[in-house]
């Protein structure tokens, strides 16, 4: 008999031999030739330990090679995640730019809201536009609501802090999106509350 006395353990296929409880078949299935090996132990309980220690092994090498050789499904869900979580990432910084259009656009309101109620302001005169503007542009009057004399003057202060407290809300949002945004809007903009009067 000229046939090898190793078994390679990738494609082996272990059997119980039929009417005799301490034999076993070893199956060479993944040669070129297939081959067949019965083996005989000295008990049924000695047997039954080497054919679990065989099974065992075999396993051991399809784990191992599995985890060297990862499917090309299990790539192509790679590449499937690390797409989606680009695209997902690109949408939250527009959605951190349109949050800063609009609390700038919010901003511009309140400036227009401050120079009509002015005192010396000329109705319907006001500085916001309704756009983003750049922080160079966010600037607020001294005189914020501040008392005057005449008729109705009792009613101005009242609305001095309801401004000032949205302003307060509207450059805390805008401190946190640049905050989220890393500096990606070009540089932290810096919005001073307005000086009010007996405040």
Do not use: Y
């Not at 039954?48 to 599995?66: F, L, P, R, V, Y």
């Not at 005192?119 to 309704?130: F, I, M, V, W, Y």
């Not at 001095?160 to 905050?179: C, M, Y």
Request: net charge negative.
């Amino acid at each position: 008999d000229q046939r090898s006395t190793v078994l390679s353990l990738q494609k082996l296929i272990v059997r119980e031999v039929a009417n005799e409880e301490r034999g076993l078949f070893l199956i060479t299935a993944g040669m070129e030739k297939p081959e067949m090996v019965e083996l005989h132990t000295a008990t049924k309980e000695e047997r039954n330990t080497w054919m679990q220690i065989i099974q065992d092994a075999m396993q051991s090498i399809e784990k191992d090679e599995e985890e060297e050789n990862p499917s090309e499904t299990e790539e192509e869900d790679q590449r499937l995640l690390e797409t989606k979580a680009k695209e997902m990432r690109e949408m939250l910084r527009k959605k951190d730019e349109q949050i800063m259009c609009v609390l700038e656009e919010k901003m511009a309101v309140f400036r227009e809201m401050c120079d009509v109620r002015s005192p010396g302001t000329p109705p319907g005169r006001g500085t916001g536009t309704g756009q983003c503007q750049g922080p160079n542009q966010v600037t607020r009057a001294k005189g914020l609501f501040r008392a005057g004399s005449g008729a109705g003057s009792e009613d101005v202060p009242k609305g001095e802090p309801i401004i000032k407290g949205a302003l307060q809300e509207v450059e805390t949002l805008q401190a946190l999106v640049n905050g989220t945004l890393g500096g990606a809007m070009g540089g932290q903009r810096v919005v001073c509350v307005p000086e009010t009067g007996g405040g």
